[in-house]
């Protein structure tokens, strides 16, 4: 079986989302294309990770090209997009290794999600080896969701998933663990239940 690779190129919307309450949300990527929709698993320091490494890669874009390549340095307004994700939310894979590029000869953001496989090795040398070999073996390798956005598009999915990694709950102003709507066993306050 040839490898399955979900392709979107300039999507209508690539977007990072959440299904489910604070503290028990399940984070998805989602890429959509008329009537075709991908979403995959991740987990919410992915989120965090792939949101700040794409406008690091954005700045370093800007910085590089003297400002004339095509990316704003902030994510413009009139393509916020600030919908829940498109329902129903069925998930492709989970993500196990993300990779970010920038084409500079068609001006394009290129993010890849690839899935996450377990591998059986013996040895931290024999699992790297496993590892490489399946990344590059493009027609049997892992599913992978692969998309090319504009710079505005990357500016405006980087600002999107930052505020929803940071929509979760609210930090205890003692431990700055979450606080969850059940109260917080806080360890500064030798472990007795605070309110929320």
């Known amino acids: 079986m040839s490898r399955q690779v979900f392709l979107y190129d300039h999507p209508e919307r690539f977007v990072a989302g959440t299904v489910g309450l604070p503290g028990r949300r399940s984070f998805f990527l989602q890429a959509s294309a008329g009537s075709r929709v991908t979403s995959v698993a991740l987990e919410k320091t992915q989120v965090a990770a792939l949101a700040e490494r794409m406008d690091e890669l954005l700045d370093e874009v800007v910085r ?8 704003p340095a902030v994510a413009p307004s009139d393509i916020t997009d600030t919908a829940p994700l498109d329902t129903p939310v069925e998930e492709e894979f989970r993500v196990g290794t993300m990779a970010l590029a920038w084409d500079g000869e068609e001006q394009l953001m290129i993010v ?14 024999d699992l790297a080896e496993a590892e490489e070999r399946l990344l590059q073996d493009e027609e049997n390798g892992p599913p992978m969701l692969r ?6 598009q990357a500016r405006a999915f980087a600002k999107r998933a930052l505020d929803i990694v940071n929509a979760g709950r609210p930090p205890c102003p003692l431990c700055s663990l979450p606080l969850d709507p059940e109260g917080h066993v806080c360890p500064r306050q030798n472990g007795y239940r605070r309110g929320a």
């Open 112 to 125: 890849e999600a690839q899935a996450l496989v377990e591998l059986d090795a013996d040895t931290e040398e």
């Open 64 to 71: 590089r090209s003297g400002g004339s390549a095509s990316v």
């Open 147 to 152: 998309v090319r956005l504009t710079g505005a």
